[in-house]
């Protein structure tokens, strides 16, 4: 009798627990129903009922806007969030197609007709190196680009220059603290997606603050 209880609390505990947290790789209908809301939030997760790597992003940036413990995980404070989430604004309205920054949340928003259209976690600049204020896209460069000592040498993943060798751009590491030697790290699976994006949009202006 006593193993029957034991074990019919463990699984009480066990759902509970799920049912309260979701993990990376994890699947099902409610993973899906999470994605679904930071979709329509301007987030931009997988679609597919699976804890992917884009949802992972997606969460990690939802956390970033609404103050919450950065850890990429589902849990019941991040839950209780989507009930009620923030909302960013826009802080330069006179583009109607402009990019902006956020040093400080380390997120960048995709801004259209004066509101936040998309919001992708970034990492910015080591040491404050990032420089900050208005700047006009200059160059796209489809595809791995190596830098050689501009002011640093490596390669950058769907470069869009905005200063001089400073670049928003695709990067295998995307920690949730400033790391990069100046540039705007985004992951790389939102690569693709931000540079054809931009591209297409004729988005010229990158607001950095």
Request: proline letters at 4%.
């Amino acid at each position: 009798m006593k193993k029957l209880f034991k074990l019919l609390l463990v699984l009480l505990i066990t759902n509970y627990t799920s049912a309260e947290m979701y993990k990376f790789k994890e699947k099902g209908k409610e993973i899906k129903e999470i994605q679904v809301k930071l979709a329509n939030l301007g987030y931009l997760p997988d679609l597919n009922g699976e804890y992917g790597i884009k949802t992972k992003f997606a969460v990690i940036a939802f956390q970033k806007v609404n103050k919450l413990k950065i850890d990429g995980i589902i849990g019941k404070e991040t839950l209780n969030s989507l009930k009620n989430p923030a909302i960013p604004q826009a802080k330069f309205k006179k583009n109607e197609k402009h990019i902006e920054v956020d040093i400080k949340l380390q997120v960048l928003y995709i801004v259209e007709n004066g509101l936040v259209k998309y919001i992708i976690p970034i990492s910015s600049g080591k040491n404050n190196s990032t420089v900050k204020g208005q700047f006009k896209i200059y160059r796209f460069k489809k595809g791995w680009h190596k830098v050689i000592g501009k002011p640093w040498s490596g390669y950058m993943h769907n470069p869009i220059y905005f200063y001089r060798a400073y670049a928003i751009h695709g990067y295998k590491s995307v920690p949730n603290f400033p790391a990069s030697h100046g540039c705007i790290r985004i992951p790389l699976c939102y690569s693709d997606f931000v540079f054809e994006y931009v591209k297409k949009n004729r988005i010229q202006y990158v607001y950095i603050y």
